[in-house]
């Protein structure tokens, strides 16, 4: 059985789908709820997912639009 918390979940596969090139730079994320729906989880836990990847410097949000994929630092 798998332990992590929600928002890890959330964390793990989007850092994999921008590892992996599915998530693109300016990829704009699933809508909060939708990230509810598909994870079964609360508001908070994916407020506190899409915080820890800004904390990171994934991803950015735009304020009304949403939360996209950062583009890489080069170098």
Not at 22 to 29: H, M, T, V
Not at 44 to 71: K, Q, W
């Amino acid at each position: 059985m798998n332990y992590r918390h929600a928002y890890q979940r959330i964390v793990d596969d989007i850092v994999a789908g921008i590892e992996s090139g599915d998530l693109p730079p300016g990829s704009k994320l699933p809508s909060s709820r939708e990230l509810q729906e598909q994870y079964k989880t609360s508001h908070m836990t994916v407020r506190t997912a899409v915080t820890i990847l800004r904390d990171r410097g994934l991803v950015e949000s735009v304020s009304g639009v949403g939360v996209f994929v950062r583009e890489r630092p080069t170098g």
